[in-house]
């Protein structure tokens, strides 16, 4: 029983470990954009206007 608590703190610390390193590298390869948001674009389906939603309803 003690040898699966310690794998299992094992395998945790090496995922957590894993996790950071792959956030740090990826932190270097952000890039700032500027965007333009059109409010006029419409999404059609079966030539009928769709309103797209979120989960809580409100229109996006």
């Not at 029983?1 to 957590?16: D, E, F, G």
């Not at 950071?20 to 390869?29: H, L």
């Amino acid at each position: 029983m003690r040898i699966k608590k310690s794998v299992l703190a094992v395998l945790l610390v090496s995922a957590l470990a894993a996790g950071m390193a792959m956030s740090a590298a990826a932190a270097g390869t952000l890039q700032e954009i500027k965007a333009y948001l059109n409010s006029g674009i419409t999404i059609k389906y079966n030539n009928e206007v769709q309103v797209m939603t979120d989960a809580q309803g409100a229109r996006v």
